[in-house]
C-alpha cells in the first residue's frame, strides 16, 4: 500500500482524490499555484506545497517542481488526476525514474494510445472495431483510393499528429478528396511537422458511449459503459449509465472488446476506452483510449458501487485487481451533470467570482462532488467546472426526477453557472426519451440557449 | 492620460500567441477597435480592443500577466 500521495491537480478532482486516498490511511500532500491558497485541497490535504504563479505551466504542468515538492515531502506516489500532466507519458517515465509511483499507466501505454494511429492499430489487433478507414498512414494518394472502398463518402482526412478536432478534412465525393488529399498532407506538414494522414468514414448520427476498465498491467475487468452523447464544442456536459441504446448482447461484446484492449497494451489503474454508436448500423467502433480518470467516473460508481480512485490507488501500490468481473454487476440509473461557471444565455460566457452562499442538495442517492464553500472566490485561471451533481435511482426515468429535485435544491449564489440548461434538458422530451446524439445538443442550443438565464443571487 | 482597463479577471496576453509578434508595442499608436490583447479566463480567449485612439500607448501590464477585472493593461497618450 502507498504511504504517502502527492495529487498534482486542483479543483474538484484534487479534493475527490485526497478523500479517497484518506479514506485507505495514505498520508496525502496538496500542490497549490499563487490563485489557490485559500482552496479546498489545500485545506483538506495533511500537508500542502506551493508550486508556482498561477500559469498552469509554471505551476501544475512543471514537472520539475513538481517532483522536487514531491521529494521534499517524502511521497512515495504521484496521482495526476485529470487534464494537466494526466496524460504526459514523459512525467508518468520521470515519476518511475524518481522512484515514484505514478498513478496511472506506465509511459509506454500512454504512448500508444496518444497518438491516433498506433491507438487506432492498436485496437484493431486486439479485435476491438474500429471507424472505418486506413490501418495506419496513407502512403499516397493512391493509396487513399483504396481506403475508399471501405470507407465510402463523407470520409475524413485527419493528420496522424493532429488531436482536438484540428487537421481534419470532410469529403463528399472523389474530386474532392483528389482535391482534399494533397491539401490536408500539406496543411498536417505545416502545421504539426509531420504530414502524415489517415483517414476515417464519416459516421452519421452517432452516440458517444464508452467504457470504464480497471487493469493491474497484466489482467483488466470492465466497470460497464457510460453515455455521453449530450455534448457542447466536444465537451460532455451531461453524462449518465448504463446507456439506454445497447442490447445485453451488444453490451457484453462492447465491454468485452475493451477488457481486450486494455490487456494488449498492459494497462494498469483506471482507464476509459471511447467509441462511437451508431444507432441505425447497429454497430459501435472504437475513437480513443484516455488513460487516466475521467471528470464523469462518479456515474460508473454509483451504478456499481466500486471507488475506482480507491482502486486506481490500490494497483498504484502494487496491488493485484481485487475484483473479478463476476464481481461487477450494476444497479439502477445514475446521471451527472457539470455545473459550470458560464452563463449558458450568453454563449457559455465563463463567470468567474466569489461563492457567496450556498446549499448544497442531499438526500438519497444524490452525490456532490465539488472544492466550492460560501466564500470561496473561483479563479479565472484553469477550468469553469464548479461541481458535478451526480444522482442514482432505481430507473432513468427516477433518476430523472431526482436529478431535477437536486438542482433545485442547489444555489451556488455570487456566480452564473449551467444549473438553468439541466432543469431545461431534464424537462425536453427527447433528452427524456433518450432519443439523442452527439450533435444533438447544439442544435438544440441554437432554439433554446437565449432561455436559459441563470439567477444571480446577491 | 486615457486608461485601458480589463473587464475580466484573467490572464493578459500581448499576442495571439507565443510565436507572434505582440499586437502593439510600447510607443505604437492605437485607433479605436484596434486589438491590443487578450485576456484568458477559465480557458477561453477575450480579444481587449482600444476605446481611445492615440499616438503612443503605454503598456502597465507584462504579457502573461494574472489581472483582476478594472487592472490597468496601458495608457494611451
Known amino acids: 500500500m502507498l504511504k504517502k500521495l502527492l495529487v498534482a491537480n486542483r479543483g474538484e478532482i484534487a479534493v475527490r482524490i485526497l478523500r479517497a486516498a484518506k479514506d485507505l490511511g495514505i498520508a496525502t500532500v496538496a500542490v497549490y499555484s499563487d490563485a489557490d491558497r485559500d482552496s479546498l485541497h489545500v485545506q483538506i490535504a495533511d500537508e500542502a506545497v506551493h508550486i508556482g504563479p498561477p500559469a498552469a505551466k509554471k505551476s501544475y504542468l512543471n514537472v520539475a517542481v513538481i517532483l522536487r515538492a514531491a521529494d521534499e515531502v517524502g511521497a512515495d506516489a504521484v496521482h495526476p488526476g485529470y487534464g494537466f500532466l494526466a496524460e504526459n507519458a514523459d512525467f508518468a517515465d520521470a515519476c518511475a525514474a524518481a522512484g515514484l509511483a505514478f498513478v496511472g499507466p506506465s509511459g509506454d501505454a500512454i504512448r500508444t494510445m496518444g497518438d491516433k494511429v498506433s491507438a487506432r492499430s492498436a485496437a484493431h489487433a486486439a479485435g476491438v472495431p474500429v471507424v472505418p478507414g486506413s490501418l495506419g498512414r496513407v502512403a499516397d494518394i493512391e493509396a487513399g483510393r483504396h481506403v475508399l472502398i471501405d470507407t465510402g463518402f463523407p470520409v475524413m482526412i485527419k493528420a496522424a499528429a493532429g488531436g482536438g478536432g484540428r487537421g481534419i478534412r470532410i469529403a463528399n465525393d472523389l474530386p474532392e478528396f483528389e482535391a482534399a488529399f494533397p491539401q490536408a498532407a500539406a496543411e498536417a506538414l505545416a502545421a504539426f511537422g509531420d504530414g502524415g494522414l489517415y483517414m476515417e468514414k464519416v459516421i452519421g448520427k452517432a452516440r458517444h458511449i464508452e467504457v470504464q476498465v480497471l487493469g493491474d498491467g497484466s489482467d483488466a475487468v470492465h466497470c460497464f459503459e457510460r453515455e455521453c452523447s449530450l455534448q457542447r464544442r466536444r465537451q460532455k456536459v451531461w453524462e449518465e449509465a448504463p446507456s439506454q441504446a445497447l442490447s445485453d448482447q451488444l453490451r457484453e461484446e462492447l465491454c468485452s472488446s475493451a477488457v481486450r484492449l486494455a490487456r494488449a497494451v498492459g494497462y494498469s489503474g483506471a482507464g476509459t476506452v471511447e467509441y462511437l454508436y451508431d444507432d441505425a448500423a447497429d454497430r459501435f467502433y472504437f475513437i480513443e483510449m484516455n488513460t487516466r480518470i475521467q471528470v464523469e467516473h462518479p456515474v460508473t460508481e454509483m451504478i456499481t458501487g466500486v471507488d475506482l480512485v480507491a482502486e486506481g490507488l490500490r494497483i498504484a501500490g502494487g496491488e493485484p485487481l481485487r475484483l473479478k468481473q463476476r464481481d461487477i454487476v450494476m444497479r439502477g440509473h445514475a446521471i451527472e451533470v457539470r455545473l459550470n461557471a458560464e452563463d449558458p444565455a450568453r454563449d457559455f460566457a465563463p463567470f468567474p467570482g466569489t461563492v457567496t452562499d450556498l446549499r448544497v442538495p442531499g438526500g438519497p442517492g444524490v452525490r456532490f462532488e465539488s472544492m466550492l464553500y460560501a466564500g470561496y472566490t473561483v479563479p479565472p485561471f484553469y477550468d469553469s467546472l464548479l461541481a458535478k451533481l451526480v444522482v442514482h435511482a432505481e430507473t432513468r426515468e427516477a433518476a430523472i426526477l431526482r436529478l431535477v429535485r437536486a438542482l433545485k435544491e442547489t444555489r451556488i449564489d455570487g456566480l452564473k453557472t449551467t444549473k438553468p440548461l439541466f432543469l431545461a434538458l431534464a424537462d425536453d422530451p427527447a433528452v427524456q426519451a433518450g432519443a439523442v446524439h452527439t450533435r444533438w445538443l447544439e442544435g438544440w442550443l441554437e432554439t433554446h440557449a437565449a432561455r436559459l438565464v441563470p439567477d444571480l443571487e446577491p | ?77
Open chain 2, 1 to 77: 492620460m486615457p486608461q485601458l482597463l480589463s473587464p475580466l479577471p484573467g490572464t493578459f496576453y500581448r499576442s495571439s500567441s507565443p510565436d507572434k509578434p505582440p499586437f502593439k508595442a510600447d510607443g505604437d499608436a492605437v485607433a479605436v477597435g484596434d486589438v491590443i490583447g487578450l485576456i484568458e479566463v477559465m480557458k477561453s480567449f477575450h480579444e481587449i480592443k482600444a476605446e481611445v485612439a492615440g499616438t503612443n500607448i503605454r503598456f502597465e501590464c507584462d504579457n502573461e500577466e494574472p489581472v483582476m477585472a478594472g487592472a490597468v493593461l496601458a495608457e494611451v497618450g
